[in-house]
């Protein structure tokens, strides 16, 4: 005889908390994430459907398989994984559990999501971050990115967290946890589902965070200009100036 699991017809979708790794895509122009386990191999969007990460044909989540995507439904218990040293650098996501799921002790194992929110954890200088930029590593076709304050962007590939939202597209609102020094608190307003603040509708800390990147870039462009005419004209300068 074959066992059937419960079914729940939830009047809302269920809510819950994971933790992943911000990501630029080549080119520049679509945003994303990774996951930190099973499905780290497979970026995928805001609003994504989950596919089987062994390559079978199977609808996710399938009862006998491991695929689907993985959430857990107590925010702490979200947040204690970014103590771990692999994980550090990975962003806290609160997303809706759409489609089909398996409900466990701890969270789900579902087909589709919608990731509503994504809290920056500080810059690894212990600083608020202002920016996402490149972490060093990735997978084909895209760049993984960390958290970085105004005063650790350099050269090389960098975006602001409202423009990594706009770029994800789909109201992804993108804030800043705060830094070491002011403690761990973070903008409890970010369970809000409406659209993200971009330009033209920027509240105060996305303003500010813009600010703090443009110093960065005007920095970095005296920098070079003051190492070309140490050089002499015509020296190409060095490195990229952070992108917004």
């Known amino acids: 005889m074959r066992l059937r699991l419960p079914e729940e017809r939830p009047a809302e979708p269920p809510t819950g908390y994971k933790i992943a ?4 895509s080549q080119d520049g122009t679509r945003a994303g994430f990774t996951g930190v386990s099973l499905g780290g191999a497979l970026p995928y969007g805001v609003l994504d459907e989950a596919r089987c990460v062994y390559g079978l044909r199977h609808r996710a989540p399938a009862r006998l398989c491991d695929c689907g995507f993985h959430c857990v439904r107590d925010r702490a218990a ?4 970014l103590c771990t040293g692999e994980h550090g650098a990975a962003v806290l996501l609160e997303v809706s559990v759409l489609g089909s799921y398996i409900r466990f002790e701890l969270g789900f194992r579902y087909a589709r999501q919608r990731v509503r ?15 996402l930029a490149d972490a060093g590593w990735g997978r084909p076709g895209w760049r993984a990115l960390a958290a970085a304050c105004a005063g650790c962007v350099r050269g090389g590939t960098s975006v602001s967290l409202a423009s990594f939202a706009r770029l994800a597209g789909e109201g992804l609102r993108v804030r800043a946890a705060a830094g070491a020094g002011a403690g761990a608190a973070v903008d409890e307003s ?3 589902s409406g659209p993200a603040r971009l330009s033209g509708n920027l509240g105060v800390p996305e303003l500010v965070a813009e600010a703090a990147l443009l110093q960065a870039r005007l920095d970095w462009f005296q920098g070079q200009l003051a190492k070309l005419g140490e050089r002499g004209p015509g020296a190409p300068p060095q490195g990229s100036p952070p992108q917004g």
């Open 21 to 24: 790794h911000p990501m630029l």
């Open 78 to 81: 979200a947040e204690a994984l």
């Open 117 to 131: 929110c994504a809290t920056v954890g500080p810059c690894a200088c212990g600083a608020a971050a202002v920016a």
């Open 190 to 192: 970010c369970g809000s």
